[in-house]
């Protein structure tokens, strides 16, 4: 497994290849989230902050010829992991993640990456106090 860390950012492609018998296009999305076990350790959590299947990262379109293979590079930068609460904080949960790319022609998974322990990106933002006379 791979740790992950707040300054750290994941380097990843995907190999596409036009198998059809004319030139197209074709969109890559990029995904992450959290294994299913490591959404159900937050429970409790989970009753008031439900944490997301798989939330889009990122996305790329690649134009190919007939039999032409293309390599898309992507980076992930660690708040790519990170998921509100209902309170506003960004935080990125601890456990299992993973990306997942999906295109017309599949899906692919790769993972898992670990995070041993839970990290807050950004507070709420502070709500300002008016004072009525």
Do not use: W
Request: aromatic share 6%.
């Amino acid at each position: 497994m791979s740790p992950l860390s707040p300054l750290s950012s994941i380097g990843c492609s995907v190999t596409i290849k036009n198998t059809g018998n004319r030139e197209g296009d074709e969109v890559v999305i990029v995904y992450v989230g959290p294994y299913a076990e490591s959404r159900a350790s937050f429970s409790s959590l989970a009753q008031e902050d439900p944490l997301a299947v798989k939330m889009v990262v990122d996305f790329a379109r690649v134009s190919l010829d007939v039999g032409e293979e293309s390599t898309i590079p992507f980076t992930l930068p660690f708040k790519a992991f990170a998921q509100a609460d209902g309170e506003g904080r960004l935080k990125v949960h601890s456990g299992r993640h993973r990306i997942l790319f999906s295109s017309g022609g599949g899906q692919v998974e790769v993972g898992p990456l670990y995070l041993p322990s839970p990290v807050t990106l950004r507070e709420p933002p502070a709500i300002p106090q008016h004072k009525v006379a």
